[in-house]
Every structure is written in structure tokens, then in C-alpha cells.
């Protein structure tokens, strides 16, 4: 986690800032002399929307894809917890979904960190409050031989081509959650927190186990639509979980309490006095 912070200060000193309209040359296939060498010994940090692209694309559960193609980093200091893509034990340690001749075999679902690359989005606010604080920068490797291509591109143009907008807004509700006001206080989240955000964020079938599987719908209202939706949709559960993790890391209301339950509770409360 040191690394990456000190990676993040070196772009808001060192790095140009870019905009949309901004342009960059550069292009990657199978005839690039590095084709495929940037796949390799590399940290990519999954977003839950990664996971739920992947996961499907190689049709195993969520847990599998966990157990199987993940590293959960621990650190001290860490808020919450975050997922590694794992490189596999080859010489080289490349991405477990790169072939050698065939290149990216999810290329359609890979995570938003590659789809990005080499363009970078950066923020000098840790809040994020500030959207004209955002900027993007150009990721020059020393060895990627794609900028000595000829093909132009505005970063706008590259966001588009490379899906990276659906990516960015099904993000959203990700990022307000790990950029909270509350998060930002130096005390992590206590280990269940911890447990909860794992599980909502990058368990999403463990997660509606929880909706439909415990006493969670005894507690809460949620209308036959949205139960509907979320019995099967990934992506809409995945929305609904994370306003479950405002109401239950940051006592936000947006959750209904069932009325009979938040009287019991009321009743409980007067016969503790």
C-alpha cells in the first residue's frame, strides 16, 4: 500500500496533466514487439464490477473466481479490503487469463485497469469532491513499444473505443462508498465491517445469500420490484448492496426498518430503562 501511494504522489508532481481533448499516440496487437509483455508481474486492483464481469465470462461463482484468480493483500493501515488480480506461478508471472500467441482470452470483460492503460486517471483531492481536480496522464512504460505506433487518439476517443464509460459509472457507487467522509478517518473498519464490505463488495453471490437467506427481509422493506431484480441481476444487486453498506458502515437511511421490528426495538429500549 506504501508503493502505491508513493506512486500516486510521483503523478501529482511529475506527470502532465491531461484532458479529454488531450491526444497520445499509441496502439497495442499481436505484432507489437511486446505484445503481451505488459500482462506480467503487475498489481491490477478489481473493482466489484470486475469481478462481476469476469466471473461470469468464466461461469464460476463468485467464491471460485476469489479462491482462484485472486491475492487479498493485508496491511495495518488498510480502511478496507481490496482484490488483487493473481499472476500465475509461470516464468514471468503472467495474467492467468493471457495466452502467449492469442493475447487477452477475456479481453471483451477484462478489469478497468487494463481497458485504461496507458492512459491514467488521477485525482489530487483523496475526497474526490472536486470534479475539476480529476485529470488524466499518460503511462509511458519504457519498454512498451505501442507509442511508437502511428494511431492517434484524444483520451476521449480512447475511453469510448475501450468501454471504459460503462466501467466508470457502475464504479460510481463503488468509489462513494471507499471515498466517504467516514472513511477517511485514520480508525479502520472493525473486523465484521470489514467482513460485511468484503462480502457486498466482491462476494456477490455470498451477498445474496444474506438478502434472501437470513433474517435480512424480516428487518427491512424492499418492494417486490427490487426483490425481483436482484434475485438475478448481478449488477443490480451489486447497486443495492452498496447502498446496504452506507445504512449499515456509515448509518446512512437507506434502508427501511420494518415498522413492527423498529418497535420491538423501541419497546426493548424502554424496558432497558
Request: hydrophobic letters at 35%.
Amino acid at each position: 500500500m506504501k508503493e502505491i501511494a508513493q506512486f500516486k504522489e510521483t503523478i501529482l508532481k511529475n506527470y502532465p496533466r491531461c484532458s479529454e481533448k488531450d491526444t497520445f499516440q499509441f496502439s497495442c496487437h499481436r505484432h507489437v514487439k511486446c505484445f503481451n509483455r505488459c500482462c506480467a508481474d503487475v498489481n491490477i486492483f478489481l473493482t466489484p464490477y470486475d469481478i462481476l464481469r469476469l466471473r461470469k465470462h468464466l461461469g464460476v461463482s463468485s467464491q471460485k473466481f476469489l479462491d482462484d484468480y485472486t491475492l487479498i493483500p493485508i496491511d495495518r493501515n488498510q480502511k478496507y479490503p481490496v482484490v488483487l488480480l493473481k499472476m500465475s506461478d509461470a516464468p514471468g508471472k503472467p495474467c492467468p487469463f493471457v495466452k502467449e500467441d492469442e493475447g487477452c482470452t477475456v479481453y471483451e470483460n477484462r478489469p478497468w485497469a487494463c481497458r485504461m492503460y496507458p492512459v491514467g486517471l488521477a485525482s489530487p483531492k483523496d475526497d474526490d469532491s472536486a470534479a475539476e481536480g480529476k485529470f488524466y496522464f499518460i503511462l509511458r512504460e519504457p519498454d512498451c513499444e505501442g507509442f511508437n505506433e502511428k494511431k492517434e487518439w484524444t483520451i476521449g476517443e480512447w475511453i469510448e473505443d475501450q468501454g471504459i464509460e460503462e466501467y466508470s459509472e457502475l464504479g460510481e457507487g463503488f468509489k462513494e462508498i471507499i471515498l466517504h467522509e467516514r472513511m477517511q478517518d485514520d480508525k479502520p473498519l472493525d473486523p465484521k465491517k470489514m467482513e460485511m464490505f468484503f462480502m457486498v463488495c466482491y462476494n456477490i453471490d455470498s451477498f445474496r445469500r444474506f438478502v434472501f437467506e437470513s433474517r435480512f427481509l424480516q428487518m427491512f422493506e424492499v418492494d417486490e420490484f427490487m426483490l425481483e431484480q436482484i434475485k438475478t441481476d448481478d449488477v443490480e444487486l451489486m447497486k443495492f448492496g452498496f447502498e446496504w453498506l452506507k445504512f449499515s458502515l456509515f448509518s446512512e437511511q437507506t434502508m427501511k426498518i420494518r415498522p413492527d421490528v423498529l418497535e420491538a426495538k423501541k419497546r426493548e429500549l424502554r424496558a432497558a430503562q
